[in-house]
């Protein structure tokens, strides 16, 4: 019943932009946490941005300044707006829901490469 579905990913030059998005059904959105992670080949899934419930946000610091989430709790949807898109950003990008449970999409792949 809870899915969350990934699109948006792709290839892309250096210094390029990429919007993923992440549709959720089966939980109550307005009330969860939302983050976007990522790995990489030969390493471990880490934390890229996340936003609560009340729209606060946090960011990896090599991310700041680039990257951007935001959610519409209307289509119970999660953004990450990706700029200035280096080769180091490479990595499966998954979308995530916290609240009592946790829950994963599927991924998207994101190939920053000229």
């Known amino acids: 019943q809870v899915q969350l579905v990934e699109s948006g990913g792709g290839l892309v030059q250096p210094g390029g932009s990429l919007r993923l998005s992440c549709v959720t059904s089966?939980?109550?959105?307005?009330?969860?946490?939302m983050g976007w992670y990522r790995q990489a080949p030969g390493k471990q899934r880490e934390l890229v941005a996340a936003?609560?419930?009340?729209?606060?946000?946090n960011y990896a610091d090599s991310v700041k300044g680039r990257f951007t989430i935001s959610r519409d709790n209307r289509k119970n949807t999660v953004y990450l707006q990706m700029n200035s898109l280096k080769p180091e950003d490479t990595a499966v990008y998954y979308c995530?829901?916290?609240?009592?449970?946790?829950?994963w999409g599927q991924g998207t792949q994101v190939t920053v490469s000229s």
């Open positions: 089966g939980i109550a959105f307005d009330i969860n946490t």
């Open positions: 995530n829901a916290r609240r009592w449970n946790t829950f």
């Open positions: 936003i609560t419930s009340s729209f606060s946000t």
